[in-house]
């Protein structure tokens, strides 16, 4: 029986499992109920189980029983601060008000738990070892980076040779096709916040206070148009002020003026370039009207490399198990970011998308990501988990890549 029939028959397990953690949304680093499901999900298969020590993972190794390579297939598990709108969704709601698996990583824990289950089913013609890699806070707390420091990339006791991860979204792609390409694949993302001081005094007689206010917003004008002026068009970068904050009222003249601006670039060379930029321009524009200014400029992920050798097997293994019409070759990176940067950084990967809009929504439509009224199709799950499985199995016996 291939992976993809066995999931097939599994997908009652697989639903359940999915419902029981989008009830049960946990937030950053600290998951321990989702722990728990998962450990209960893999117990009885043959693997070795290491638990974070920061952080609520679980990294799990199966060893086939023909010797080979290693490969790493991740899945993250948190949920995000989002409240769930009532009524959203075919399936069973958040319980926890103000908390929601709105980036569907509820289906990938899910999805990693079936691999588990096919690849150890398997294991007799397995060539060699899979690196189960069940990881919290992707959502901007570092869980990737951290549990590469706890050692997870070389739980197998030898470094992967590939790795491997799915992403659900819930529009864009009609559900069931895998998209992806070789190099960027996510943006880096960067924080700057940006206090500029002066000296508070009346509305009425500015000359004899410093305003903060004008110089900041000139700061604000002058990224735009750095990012114009100072990069090339074809290695593009986002600069949004997201947040802007000062003062209380109209006749007062504030002491401080405070932006917070999101970062994104598609090149190691733009991400460096970027932080010297914006934090001379606002130096500058500072000095200029007699201001002090504090600019902390923040890494947060690093862009998102997939390799270009391994991108290509996993459009094979797509088009192979699924058929060519579910797999779509990426035209563009996406602006969004993610953790999983940090092991493509130390491994050659792939990060890949796998559409799970509801079969009766446009998927041109239908609420993103993150949305509160985000809905991920549980349909998706088996071909989910057969696909991570394939991915392990056919690149440990030797593909072509
Ligand atoms: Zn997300
Ligand atoms: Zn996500």
Not at 121 to 139: I, S
């Amino acid at each position: 029986m291939s992976f993809r029939e066995s999931a097939a028959d599994m997908r009652d397990e697989l639903v359940r499992l999915r419902r029981s953690l989008h009830r049960e949304p946990e937030l950053g680093l600290d998951l321990p109920r989702t722990q728990e499901k998962v450990l209960e999900a893999i117990s009885g298969l043959p693997l070795e189980v290491r638990l974070g020590e920061r952080l609520s993972s679980v990294t799990a190794v199966l060893r086939g029983a023909l010797p080979g390579p290693t490969v790493l297939l991740r899945g993250d598990m948190d949920a995000l601060p989002v409240s769930e709108r009532p009524g959203a969704g075919g399936v069973t709601a958040s319980r926890f008000e103000g908390r929601m698996h709105a980036c569907g990583h509820d289906l990938h824990t899910t999805m990693l738990a079936g691999a588990a289950h096919l690849l150890s089913a398997g294991r007799d013609r397995l060539a060699g070892n899979v690196v189960f890699m069940f990881q919290p806070g992707e959502e901007g707390h570092d869980g990737a980076k951290l549990m590469i420091e706890e050692g997870t990339l070389d739980a197998a006791g030898e470094r992967p040779v590939a790795a491997y991860a799915l992403h659900v979204t819930s529009a864009m792609l009609p559900q069931g096709t895998f998209l992806t390409k070789g190099g960027p694949m996510m943006s880096a993302i960067d924080e700057l916040t940006v206090t500029v001081r002066g000296a508070g005094g009346h509305g009425s007689t500015p000359h004899r206070a410093k305003d903060p206010v004008p110089a900041a917003c000139e700061m604000v004008l002058a990224l735009q148009s750095m990012v114009t002026r100072s990069f090339d068009v074809f290695d593009p970068v986002v600069v949004t002020v997201g947040s802007f904050h000062a003062g209380t009222v109209s006749n007062v003249i504030p002491e401080e003026a405070r932006f917070a601006v999101t970062i994104r670039s598609f090149s190691p060379s733009a991400r460096e370039r970027l932080q010297e930029r914006t934090v001379t321009l606002v130096r500058g524009i500072a000095a200029a009207h007699g201001l002090d200014v504090e600019a902390d400029y923040q890494g947060i992920y690093p862009v998102t490399v997939n390799d270009a050798g391994e991108a290509c097997f996993v459009a094979e293994t797509v088009r192979e198990v699924y058929g060519e019409q579910r797999f779509r070759q990426a035209a563009n990176p996406f602006t969004g970011s993610e953790d999983f940067s940090y092991v493509c950084d130390q491994i050659p990967s792939v990060f890949v998308a796998l559409g799970a809009c509801p079969a009766d929504r446009d998927p041109e439509r239908a609420a993103y990501n993150h949305a509160p009224d985000a809905e991920f199709d549980d349909a998706v799950l088996p071909d989910g988990a057969a696909l991570y499985a394939e991915l392990a199995a056919r690149r440990l016996a030797g593909a072509t890549v």
